[in-house]
RNA sequence: GGGCCUGUAGCUCAGGUGGUAGAGCAGCGGCCUUUUAAGCCGUUGGUCGAAGGUUCGAAUCCUUCCAGGCUCACCA
């Protein structure tokens, strides 16, 4: 042993249990156990049970345990939730006390018995047959819970959040909501996936790994192919290999999906993120519009029992219709400012006066954005489709159909941030290739977020791509919406933490 | 990156105008055949985030660093 670390004796001690319960000829780390039952259901069918008096098997881990001499109760835990078990001598035995009082909280065990209700009204399972499934040699948090007039108190909750991110696992298993957010997830991206074959979307798989990466402003983690001696980079989205197998003739496709954005970390962005991108040839944003309100208010009622939801302390109701505002509106209605009629160097002075930095070589569109997220956005709390952009942050949307300056392309707003984003998507090769260019113009000019041209994807398109409409939703923060999650880190297994020192 | 805050036993936390540490739970040894934050008796356990400094003496004061939280900025 190299160095002696925090908690070792009581390591040490649990080794030396293992050790004794081989010598009594235990083994403490068998290899199976047949489950007739999962916690949840011998409660819910505790009278047939009790009246056919059915042998029952469980297995989980025993979380708490109160040893009364010859005798003793402790709770298991399953992954439907716990049941109480009362073994005493003379039902599982000499060597069934002998094991339970080897137990530490933690251990995986298996239980053979009778269901009956103790004197105080508790469901529970008289051991014949305890087996010992795993024994654990570090100890678990422990939380002990006071339920009184059906309220429960926690006490010594673990609650340090650093731990609870690293160390997922205990997280999972001593408190109980943090299952409940990720089955929650899990329920969202079913429903989505579900909702979206009914419709007849194929859903597919496009690279991670990626010469060129496109589809969004963002920095891109970087990677080399050994074989190949190239640089790759890691997806920031899915966009333009979506686009290309809609040009190959698959006409509905979708992909959940992984992206990765070397970018700050914070409450809302985590460096992988999954993302659901949709397209569909021969429709246009008022067509996905439609389609993204139908879908995210009844993935809500699916997983919420209602579309009227709160989240933080904001009431939400996501009943459709979804109110409808153009970009340019939202901007008059919060700050009075009416963008369109002013030109750049009004615009600079614009955000010189309301205190909104902004960098030298922007374009109106980039000031007009910073004056959005500034002032505006924060003030959106009911789902709001913002609609008709400005084309210089919009390089991959069609121009609007009729009017200048503007693409035709929507976003979702919901409690101040942004959920989706759509576009009638650009498919006119000369003028896409003309967006590349003034992207490249503004990477030369310092913009380390602009999008990079993508011959090869020009030309799949100059093979011609049909009309179609498609979206970007971020599906961690739907689920941080939908389970009233206050972090992205709450709503991701693993969210990214800086090593340990 | 800025501001504020936090880091003491396996978990939750006290302590702190400087005198090398405490509680509850967990653990360990007992007692107990219907308990449930089981109880009762006894008891182990900590280089007080790390390093350096001031001091006779530092968990406490100072500096730097590490990790985290909140927040602002940045961020499609």
Redesign the pocket.
Known sequence: MAKLE??E??RN??IK?VEELREKGINPYPYKFDVSHFSEDIIKEFEKLSSSEEVVSIAGRIM????????G?G?VMDSKGKI?V?I???QAGKEGIEIFK?L??GDFIGIKGKV?K?????I?I?VNELTLLAKAIR?????????EDGEVTV?????????R?RQRYLDLLVNPDVREVFVTRSKIISFIRRYLENLGYLEVETPVLQPIYGG???RPFMTHLNVLNMKLYLR??DELYLKRLVIGGIEKVFEISKDF?N??M????NPELTMLEFYEAYKDYNYIMELVEDMLSNVTREVCGTMKIKYKNMDIDLTPPWEKLKYYDSIKKFTGIDVEKYDLNDLKKIAKDND??IEDFWDR?KII??IF??KVEDNLINPVFLTD?PID??PLTKIHREKEGIVERF?VIIAGG?LA?AFSELNDPIDQRQRFLKQMEMRDKGDE?AQVLDEDFLTAMEYGMPPMGGVGIGIDRLVMLLTNS??I?DVIFFPA?????
Do not use: C, W
Not at 118 to 122: F, L, S, V
């Open positions: 925090a908690g004796e009581i001690i649990r249990k708490s345990v109160r040893g009364h001499g010859k005798t109760f709770h109480q009362y005493r001598e003379d080897m530490d909280i009956f103790t004197k105080t009204g508790e529970t008289v100890p678990l948090p422990i939380v002990k819970e006071k339920e006490y010594d909750a673990f609650s340090d959040k650093e731990q991110y969004a402003f963002a920031i989205a954005r970018e700050g914070d409450r809302k962005h909104i930095e569109g954005e910073k997220d500034e952009y942050i919009s976003e942004e984003n977020e206050p972090s880190r933490m800086r090593p340990k020192a």
